[in-house]
């Protein structure tokens, strides 16, 4: 693949602990002793250029893409064999990414989501009025290729890109219909676009000054909810004339984020920068089922906005958290009460602060693997990919 210049590797942990000439980083080098224990699998890979998007495609490969000014790889990669292999994994030789397919963007990719059970992907620069329609490619090729565009209608009030990062998007399983994407910058410029022709089938119709928004997630059957930079949730539904159904007030000016927020089987997240972070129950309007102040270790915000919040795929109760430094944390929300009390983080993966030269480091994005319970993907600021699977200490001990 001659257009594409990404180079990946891996770094071995001893490798790289005993290649330094220099007096030995008591940071890294207490971290690589820690890390024997704390983690099953731990591969550390560099990118060209920082990314924001790790979208999984499948249980195997995973998008990564550019939001330099510049043109902009987008690249399909394939995940080690040594990573996925459940037993004998020192007989597996391959331990690297591989890229399987990869193209260019004339624009930043600042979001980009895959269409269920579909090789096409919809990617958003965060400032013009499209979205990118791409070709993931197949067995045949190895390209990704733009294939058009989905222009959006905004509301005058609202404005474009008033959230400052990417539209925020989310594609429902298509098996019997056409593929839909989800799409939004804006409580006020919410829509559901059908991708074949680019035809609008509902557009939500939220009171009140629009927000800028922070996630968008379908629920199922036509609901969906949005909430926004301030904290407020909407919940809605594309099936109703009436729209929207419940919302969920903003926290308060007491700490006025921004927020970010993830929702999974009826129970909302919202995480500020500032560490206070609230689990609510849709079926139970506004009440709050459990908070914390997370010992995040932010200082002033940083580039990169609100902090990336997202609920694990495959392990009830667990939350990972990153954004705000050059950590990722892992907290499990079922120890939490009513009260908000500090919490500490059951794991912190602390390979991007430690492994970098860099002492203004941060998180740009985190990826829970769709069935793997305790593995994730983490990028960061330098340009550096992790995929890591930790171990629960408290199951070692027992």
């Known amino acids: ?21 220099s007096d030995p980083d008591e940071a890294l080098d207490e971290w690589f002793l820690e890390s024997l224990k704390t983690y099953k699998d731990l591969h550390v890979f560099q990118l060209e250029r920082p990314t924001r998007v790790l979208e999984w495609t499948s249980g195997r490969t995973v998008c990564v893409a550019g939001f330099s000014s510049s043109k902009n790889e987008i690249l399909e990669l394939s995940l080690p ?17 591989k890229v399987v397919h990869g193209g260019l963007s004339d624009a930043p990719v600042l979001g980009l989501r895959h269409v269920p059970g579909s090789r096409c992907a919809v ?23 733009r294939t058009g565009q989905i222009h959006v209608q905004h509301d005058s009030s609202g404005g474009e890109g008033q959230g400052g990062g990417a539209r925020e998007m989310d594609a429902p399983p298509s098996p019997n219909s056409e593929p839909r994407i989800l799409h939004g910058a804006t409580t006020s410029d919410v829509q559901l676009t059908d991708i074949s022709t680019g035809q609008e089938l509902y557009r939500l119709q939220a009171a009140g000054a629009p927000e800028p928004l922070s996630c968008l997630r379908l629920l199922g059957d036509g609901a969906f909810v949005c909430g926004s930079v301030s904290g407020s949730v909407l919940e809605a539904d594309s099936r109703s004339p009436a729209a929207l159904v419940r919302r969920l007030a903003p926290l308060g000016p007491s700490d006025p984020g921004p927020w970010s927020v993830d ?4 129970l909302v997240v919202r995480s500020s920068v500032s560490g206070q972070t609230l689990v609510s129950d ?75 030269p860099s002492d203004d480091i941060i998180t740009t994005g985190h990826a829970w693997h769709p069935e793997r319970p ?12 992790h995929v890591w699977d930790w171990n629960d200490q408290s199951e070692t001990r027992e």
């Open 1 to 21: 693949m001659t257009h594409v210049s990404l180079k990946t590797r891996e770094i071995n942990l001893k490798e790289m602990r005993e290649s330094d000439e």
């Open 81 to 97: 064999l040594r990573l996925l292999a459940e037993q004998n994994k020192g007989l597996c030789a391959e331990r690297d990414f």
């Open 123 to 145: 990617s958003s620069d965060g400032r013009r009025s499209s979205l990118q329609l791409w070709d993931l490619g197949g067995d045949d090729s190895d390209v990704i290729r």
């Open 263 to 266: 929702v999974r089987g009826g």
């Open 282 to 356: 849709l079926r139970r309007g506004d009440s709050c089922a459990a908070q914390a102040r997370l010992s995040t270790g932010a200082g002033a915000q940083d580039t990169f906005g609100a902090p990336n919040v997202s609920w694990a795929p495959a392990l009830q109760h667990h939350m990972a958290l990153s954004g705000v430094s050059g950590l990722v944390q892992i907290y499990d929300t079922s120890l939490w009460g009513a009260e908000l009390q500090p919490a500490h983080a059951q794991f912190e993966h602390k390979g991007h602060a430690v492994s970098s």
């Open 374 to 385: 305790r593995t994730l993907l983490s990028a960061a600021s330098d340009a550096s990919v």
